[in-house]
């Protein structure tokens, strides 16, 4: 079983920059793909970043390429969400997901194994 834990939510100006965390429980972390996804109110939660287990690879929504950058740090057992230039419609609950072995740049959310509770990102205009 993993537990994921996602920090760094809070309230930010438009233009404005936040990282998010997620920490994995676990002696493994480092064989699994990571994956980030966000739920605006209203909305069905979607794709936003993923990572591959051996971190050489990553991919992004249109919607926050160029903006966001994915990465992670197996010996914290951590995955990282940098979020700069942020837009009112950036605003969501961020999840993070993980999948054991994760080799290919999945944006399914149902092919994913385990989820954090989400963290709270609002960014004001």
């Known amino acids: 079983q993993v537990q994921l834990v996602e920090s760094g939510g809070g309230l930010v100006q438009a233009g404005g920059s936040l990282r998010l965390s997620c920490a994995a429980s676990g002696r493994t972390f480092s064989t699994y793909g990571m994956g980030w996804f966000r739920q605006a109110p209203g909305k069905e939660r979607e794709f936003v970043s993923v990572i591959v287990w051996s971190g050489g690879r990553t991919y992004y929504a249109n919607s926050v390429q160029g903006r966001f950058t994915i990465s992670r740090d197996n010996a914290k057992n951590t995955v990282y969400l940098q979020m700069n230039s942020l837009k009112p419609e950036d605003t969501a609950v961020y999840y993070c997901?993980?999948?054991?072995?994760?080799?290919?740049?999945?944006?399914?959310?149902?092919?994913?194994?385990?989820w954090g509770q989400g963290t709270q990102v609002t960014v004001s205009s």
């Open positions: 997901a993980a999948k054991v072995l994760l080799s290919r740049l999945e944006t399914d959310e149902g092919e994913y194994d385990y």
